[in-house]
C-alpha cells in the first residue's frame, strides 16, 4: 500500500484549502483513514478520522466544527476539508491506513503513512 497526500500550502488565516490522499491497492474500502499533523518541534497529534465505510469519523477538538474529513472508496482517495484555518494549524499533514474499519485516534492503529503535506497559515 502507498499513500500520496497533497493539497498543502500557504493560506491566510480563516482561509480554506482541502488536503487528497490517494492510496494504492485493493484494501482502501475496508480500511479506517485517519488525518495527523505536526507542527516544528511538536509531536505528531491526532486530526481525524473516518471509517471504511465513510459513515464514522471523529476529530480532535482543536478542529472539531473546522475540519471535515470524507472519502470516495471508487476512487481510493480520502480528503481532509480545512475551514477558518488558524495560525496554530501549522504542520506538516499526514494521511494514514488504519489495521480496521473503525475509526482511531492513536497513531498505532495505523498501518500505513503518507509522506505528508505542509500546511502553512498565515496571520
Known amino acids: 500500500v502507498q499513500l500520496q497526500a497533497s493539497g498543502g500550502g500557504l493560506v491566510q488565516a480563516g482561509g480554506s484549502l482541502r488536503l487528497s490522499c490517494a492510496a494504492s491497492?485493493?484494501?482502501?474500502?475496508?480500511?479506517?483513514m485517519g488525518w495527523f499533523r505536526q507542527a516544528p518541534g511538536k509531536e505528531r497529534e491526532f486530526a481525524a478520522a473516518i471509517s471504511a465505510s465513510g459513515v464514522g469519523t471523529n476529530y480532535a477538538d482543536s478542529v472539531k466544527g473546522r475540519f471535515t474529513a470524507s472519502r470516495d472508496n471508487a476512487k481510493n482517495t480520502v480528503y481532509l476539508q480545512m475551514n477558518s484555518q488558524k495560525p496554530e494549524d501549522t504542520a506538516v499533514y499526514y494521511c494514514?491506513?488504519?489495521?480496521?474499519?473503525?475509526?482511531?485516534?492513536?497513531?498505532?492503529?495505523?498501518?500505513?503513512w503518507g509522506q505528508g503535506t505542509l500546511v502553512t497559515v498565515s496571520s
Open positions: 491497492g485493493r484494501s482502501f474500502g475496508v480500511r479506517s
Open positions: 494514514g491506513m488504519g489495521s480496521g474499519g473503525l475509526v482511531s485516534s492513536r497513531p498505532d492503529t495505523y498501518s500505513y
